[in-house]
């Protein structure tokens, strides 16, 4: 079943779950990772845009460098961060809501029905107000 995008976008719908669920610290690790992903999707924009610059060589080579090390970075990060999500154990609702946030984010770019069972379950999850 895929949601309709205008009231349950499943690129903001993970990122909304997470900050309506209440703080534990699984949920915590959760919204680490969400801001991670989320600065490696802004980044990884700036590093297509600067790439498709050719006017500007030296400038754009010496930024996308940069940007490449700070992505580099966050995917260290993030694949540490999951890590962690993975290794706590879930101990409410709240959690599970992260959980699976950051499973929906993992799949985004692959989509398929994976990624619309953990959206869908999400949706749901938020609509009884978990």
């Known amino acids: 079943m895929r949601l ?8 903001t719908l993970p990122r909304r779950a997470v900050l309506a669920a209440g703080p534990s610290p699984v949920v ?3 919204r680490r990772w969400l801001a991670t992903d989320g600065e490696i999707d ?10 498709g610059r050719r006017a500007e060589a ?3 080579e010496a930024e996308t460098a ?32 992260g959980k699976l946030a950051v ?3 993992a799949l985004r770019d692959d989509g398929g029905p994976l990624h619309d069972i953990v959206i869908e379950a999400l949706a749901m999850l938020i609509k009884r107000g978990v």
Do not use: F, H, K, Y
Request: with cysteine.
């Open 4 to 11: 309709a995008m205008s009231t349950d976008n499943p690129i």
């Open 28 to 30: 915590d690790r959760c």
């Open 42 to 51: 802004r980044l990884t924009e700036r590093w297509a845009l600067i790439s």
């Open 58 to 60: 030296a400038e754009a």
């Open 66 to 97: 940069t940007v490449e090390a700070r992505l580099e970075e966050l995917r260290c990060q993030q694949t540490q961060g999951l890590r962690d999500i993975a290794d706590a154990e879930a101990q409410d609702m709240r959690d599970v809501v």
């Open 103 to 105: 499973v929906a984010a």
